[in-house]
Each structure stands twice: as C-alpha cells, then as structure tokens.
C-alpha cells in the first residue's frame, strides 16, 4: 500500500509542480490576463495542494492503525487510503495536463506519461469499486447503532420540550426523516 501511494503523491507533487510552473509563464496568457491570474486556476492550484495533503493525512492515519492494531485492524483506514490517494493523484495530474492545453498530452511534458501511468496505478490493488463495495458494507454494518443513537437523541430532545412546555416550529432533530 505505502509504496503505491508514495508513488501517487509524489506524482502529485509533481504535476502541481508543472502546474505552477505553466501559470507563471508570462508569455501564457488568456484574455489579457496571466494563467496565474485567472480564479480558476488558483482554484485548481489551491484544491490540488489541500487534496494532496489531504491523502498523505489519510495515509499516515492507515499507517498509524497499522502499527497499533495491525493491518487486519486497519481494513478501513488502508481501503481508503486505496481510493483516495490514486484518485487524488489522476485529478491533480489532470488539472495539470488542462493548464497546459494541448502540449499536456505532448511528449513535451512529462504529464501524459505521468497521467497513463497513474491511471494504470489505480488498477494494481484491485478497482476501486471493490475497495469501495467493502468500505460501504463495513460502515453500514453501524447502522443499526447510529439509528439508536438518534433515536435515543430524539427521545431526550422531545421530553425536553415538553418538559419546558415548547414545541419546534422548524424542522430539526424531531422530523420525520
């Protein structure tokens, strides 16, 4: 898992490195504006890196469920791990490959091979639908609990109401779901 995901995220870094590097050309311009100056693009740059580090923290909590409960206790935290940090890696190379135009599907970038490459990374452990298929059943296997733990909630909020002779007048924790 580690290796694989090391490798995402430092292609990661890379391609927003490449993205950077293209929106502070002076000679790209669009509409009489710099790349660099257009809100979508910071946008782009802005949600690569917070994805960026979003995975690696998704990463380093697997790691450490790893270390204290061992990997059979970590099922959850390593699967997610397995979807996020490789679709991380395709979008932020992808944001990378548009602020390039037509040269980010050049050999004139490293990012068309960094984006096949990648792309093909994120078949190794198995597809995502699998990994996700498993993460959906294991958090469902709480619904039984939550739907106690809201109800018991609902219970306390409604002697609280009468109790204080007041009723709610807004949909909140007593609507029908």
Do not use: C
């Not at 469920?65 to 979008?91: N, R």
């Not at 807004?170 to 779901?177: A, D, I, R, Y």
């Amino acid at each position: 898992m580690q290796s694989s995901n090391q490798a995402n995220r430092r292609q990661a870094e890379k391609a927003l490195e490449w993205m950077l590097l293209r929106i502070n050309d002076p000679r790209k311009a669009t509409f009489g504006k710099q790349l660099k100056e257009h809100g979508v693009i910071l946008e782009w740059v802005a949600k690569s890196r917070i994805e960026i580090d979003a995975a690696r923290l998704v990463v380093l909590n697997a790691a450490m469920k790893v270390d204290d409960f061992g990997a059979k206790g970590a099922l959850k935290e390593i699967g997610e791990a397995k979807v996020l940090v490789p679709t991380m890696g395709l979008t932020v190379i992808d944001r990378a490959v548009q602020s390039f135009g037509g040269a980010g599907v050049s050999q004139d970038t490293p990012l068309a091979n960094m984006w096949a490459n990648i792309r093909t990374l994120r078949l190794a452990d198995g597809p995502d639908e699998v990994h996700l298929q498993q993460l959906g059943k294991n958090e469902n296997k709480r619904g039984k609990a939550v739907t106690e733990h809201i109800q018991k909630q609902q219970a306390i909020t409604k002697e609280l109401f009468a109790k204080y002779n007041t009723s709610l007048s807004q949909p909140g924790p007593q609507s029908k779901l």
